[in-house]
């Protein structure tokens, strides 16, 4: 396969770019400013209505912004008023509908990107693309036939066999099961360390950005709030947000943050369960654990103290139950 960029090199810069759908209220996008890297992933992050899809078809080139611009590699991304065909030849979008020949098979929909030029290197290529997403095996299958993760894989190995240099995703997982989430997750995260193709995706789920990205872009109504590494942003969150987002951290009001032995603080407290250090200290408080609910590997504990309720994990599962009484200490917290 061709390293097609080396990860330092800018590739896409995004300049003042807004897009707004409704004066009245807030919609789209409004100001976004970032550079993204070749042979990165980024991933944009955010809730319905955030302006994720927006953005990655504006940087595909299918939506007209109102201002602002769109470089790739220093050359000024045009919308769809201004050429034939919307869309950018070097970069593919992979939509939640797939865009597959339902009635075809497997084989022929991802050979269908690359010319009959040279038939040889055609199904090679084609064979190659199958085999980096383990669907060889389903070459001959009709995509009626395949399963909704089957189906994504056919969809993504299609985008890039034609040697496609940005691979935008649209909320890539929404129709995959659980257990193939991972796996898909993976097999993207290993295709494009092997093949140096630069990915951008959108989803809700901030899994799949902390799992994948070498970058997270977080939007809420339109507008950037953070942009980094995903442990720098999950550690040091801008905003309240973010936080909540990333990992449903426990939010109180310096009111109720005092109540709980947090007597500096002024502004709003914000905090991760595992945050919570379970064991006692000369600074622990006294908790109440009001419920306990079962995760897998560990239990999340719902603690209660002078009528404010916070959030901490237990690893050793069984260990406190319903009713006990703890010793905790919020071990870190972040004010805003």
């Known amino acids: 396969m061709i390293y097609l960029y080396r990860v330092e090199e800018k590739i896409i810069s995004v300049k003042n770019l807004t897009k707004q759908y409704q004066t009245e209220q807030a919609s789209g996008i409004q100001n976004i400013s970032f550079d993204i890297k070749g042979g990165s992933i980024v991933a944009i992050i955010g809730e319905s209505g955030s302006g994720k899809s927006t953005l990655l078809k504006s940087i595909y080139g299918l939506i007209k912004v ?161 942009k980094g590494k995903p442990a720098h942003i999950y550690n040091h969150p801008d905003h309240i947000y973010t936080a909540q987002i990333l990992g449903n951290a426990v939010v109180l009001k310096a009111d109720d943050a005092r109540k709980l032995g947090l007597e500096t603080v002024k502004g709003d407290v914000v905090f991760y369960p595992e945050w919570v250090d379970l064991k006692s200290s000369w600074n622990s408080r006294r908790f109440e654990v009001k419920d306990v609910y079962y995760k897998g590997f560990y239990e999340e504990l719902l603690l209660e103290r002078n009528g404010v309720q916070i959030r901490a994990i237990q690893l050793n599962r069984g260990e406190h139950k319903k009713n006990d009484h703890v010793q905790a200490n919020i071990d870190r917290f972040l004010s805003f």
């Open 66 to 226: 109102d201002s602002g611009e769109i470089l790739f590699n220093g050359k000024r991304i045009l919308g769809p008023d201004e050429q034939l065909i919307p869309g950018h030849k070097e970069m593919k979008m992979v939509t939640q509908d797939f865009s597959l020949n339902i009635y075809a098979k497997v084989y022929d929909n991802i050979a269908s990107m690359l010319s009959n030029t040279n038939v040889q290197a055609k199904q090679e290529k084609t064979i190659e693309m199958m085999e980096h997403l383990h669907i060889g095996h389903l070459r001959d299958k009709k995509i009626t036939q395949l399963s909704g993760g089957e189906q994504q894989r056919v969809a993504i190995a299609k985008a890039l066999v034609s040697d496609t240099s940005v691979l935008l995703l649209d909320e890539p997982f929404s129709q995959v099961d659980a257990l193939l989430k991972n796996q898909l997750r993976a097999d993207i995260k290993r295709i494009a360390a092997e093949t140096g193709v630069t990915v951008i995706m959108v989803s809700h789920d901030p899994a799949d950005g902390l799992f994948l990205a070498d970058e997270l872009l977080i939007l809420k109504d339109g507008s950037l709030l953070q």
